[in-house]
């Protein structure tokens, strides 16, 4: 086993799947949970099957009459107490976390805060669903506009974010009044299990929340299951755009509704005005959080030739300063990568860029005292269009980063992908702040920041970066259908 901090809480290890109100093992050989930092089995949990999914379905599907039928006060206050008891075990969870997913400490700490953000907001939104009376064109008639709940969801969620990416599709999903089932990532369900654990503490009642663990081969009949069950109302994805591409395939013929919050390859400019030492400090943020294993970091640097020296050394001078090692130790900065198809993505990045004429900065190799799974912060300048990295999701420690002239050229390079999720830049210009955030084509756009996420913002992409959007007064109108109401005979 391996080791991390005692819970205060051991009931918040929960190593069985969550189904209607009930923990059950389903009969099923359990799947080792490994910490990617020391290889050690963090616990195991069922390797479950697409017969627990229907069992799951049939489950929310039970439940959905009476959840929906509640007042979305009822249900918030519900939420609330699931929030306050996240809040009340925010070191536990953290702890699970970084046993699980390799992050530091600190990072799990503030996922849980953020994590814990999205019910606490749609627990408030739950009591602001409004419908609408439009002006009619008959004098006899009314036209009116309710919002119901979908009906039964499903989520099938990453291990990069293995409490926020289910909170942002579970706390929506139930304030509106629908149901769900959640299909946490294979390396990461024990945080899925904790915070099921938490609803059941908290109220929520059975049936409303399921949660079906499985590995990586049953995932894909699972999500079969879930695709092309008619119960199933709306699916909720976080993952590849390959993978997204196939759910949304399946998901055709159940004309079901979907969110897809897919890759990203998120461009960061740096024009010739900006705060360079601020620059830097956002580029830090947005490129190693997570040891790059985030849809939105930053893939690609665009750095203009007026600034590009300065901006080069500074980050790389930032980047060595990283302290890299177990999630658990004082002082780290960065865990380690989540598997070893993780690490050879990364070294392979990095030797194409530098085949092709990259110039190494910072980094550059798996950690030469850790091994493993641990990978420097990694800096290479000089990297130009057909390099992998310029068009490759990355998914790990390494900026690349290319010098530019003039802004259309910039504007044009950070566009030049098929993917649409987030994007940032750093200028003092009003004016150029202003035409550079309209022509970017991205979902999001930080200025002057490389931090953009929080529960009140619309987290989400366009392009092949999915659809629909997740947070935010705008994520409850996914779980939601319109329904209009022409009220006839009022004479
Ligand atoms: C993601 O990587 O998909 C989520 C990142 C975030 O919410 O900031």
Redesign the pocket.
Known sequence: MSAFPPLNDLKLLRTQAYIDGRWTDGGRPSLDVINPADNCIVGSVPNLDSVAAEQAIDAAARAFPAWSARTGKDRANLMRKWFDLMMANADDLAALMTAEQGKPLIESKGEVT?GASFIEWFAEEAKRVSGDVLASTWTNRRTVVIKQPVGVCAAIT?W??PI??IT?KIAPAVAAGCTIVVKPAEQTPLSALALAELAHRAGIPAGVINVVTADADNAVAIGKTLCASTVVRHLSF?GSTPVGRILMEQCAPTVKRIGL?LGGHAPFIVFEDADIDAAVKGALASKYRNAGQ???CTNRFYAHDAIYDEFVRKLAEGAARIKVGNGFDQGVMQGPLIDDAAVEKVERHVSDAIEKGARLLAGGRIHPELGGRFYEPTVLADTRKGMTIMSEETFGPVSAVTRFSNDAEVIAAANDSEFGLASYFYSRDIGRVWRVAEQLQYGMVGINTGA??NEVAP?GGIKQSGMGREGSKYGMDEYLDIKYLCMGGIE
Do not use: D, H, L, Q
């Open positions: 953020y990453p990069n974010f926020s990416m942002r976080t919050e985030t849809c939105v953009i996420s987290f």
